[in-house]
């Protein structure tokens, strides 16, 4: 079955540290998000791709980047992790402008 | 500015009782109206969507919304609550401009026994 995955699940790191989270979608799906999930906040967008080489910026972008370098893939990297970056992230996909998104089970993030 | 809103932040309902959760948007136009649930530890699987036709949409697990645009609502209902209901449930919108959802904040659901 299609699926979308993240990892690390679990991470702990320092301030300061450069830190990748992965996402891999096998659905061939050319929209791609990256959401954080923080208490009070709801679901606030980082990132997102509209399909290979594209990324955009979303409402909390600062201290993220991404990369399309293919349809599958859309790693998420915090450039040097900062304590207010401690979050769970949650990668998402869908096939077109109008369809569900499915989301992976999320990386929860600490940054000590 | 587009927005959704989900008024209560928290709920508790017992087994078998009904339920109704509340989300007001904000937009220009008709929106695509989406609902999705998140188990603890787990990421959001959606419920049921609206794009347009017919106001009450049936979606999974015994659930079911209606759009009501005169007053600008989307709010979810499930006439018999089970315990394995318990979750957050998000509501959001996507005004079909950008191409992005606009996400309530959530509301969070206890059952009690």
């Known amino acids: 079955d299609a699926e979308i995955t993240q990892s690390p699940r679990h991470k702990i790191t320092e301030t300061g540290r450069q830190v990748t989270l992965a996402c891999h979608q096998t659905?061939?799906?050319?929209?791609m998000f990256w959401y954080r999930q923080d208490l009070g906040h709801g679901l606030r967008l980082i990132h997102y791709s509209y399909g290979v080489q594209d990324t955009n910026k979303g409402e909390v972008s600062d201290g993220y980047s991404v990369s399309r370098s293919n349809t599958e893939d859309l790693p998420l990297t915090l450039e040097s992790a900062a304590s207010s970056q401690t979050s769970v992230y949650f990668c998402a996909s869908r096939r077109g402008f109008t369809g569900e998104l499915f989301f992976g089970e999320g990386s929860r993030l600490t940054v000590l | 500015a587009q927005s959704v809103t989900q008024p209560d932040i928290h709920i508790t309902v017992s087994e078998g009782a009904s339920l109704e959760l509340r989300c007001n948007y904000s937009y220009g136009a008709t929106p695509y109206l989406f609902w999705y649930v998140q188990s603890p530890g787990q990421g959001l699987q959606l419920l049921l969507k609206y794009f347009s036709g017919d106001t009450l949409v049936q979606g999974i697990k015994g659930f079911e919304a209606e759009f009501k645009r005169s007053q600008s609502s989307f709010n979810l209902r499930k006439p018999s609550v089970h315990w394995s209901d318990a979750a957050e449930y998000f509501c959001a919108g996507d005004a079909g401009n950008n191409r992005k959802l606009i996400w309530g904040l959530g509301t969070s659901l206890a059952v009690n026994p």
């Open positions: 659905w061939n799906h050319n929209n």
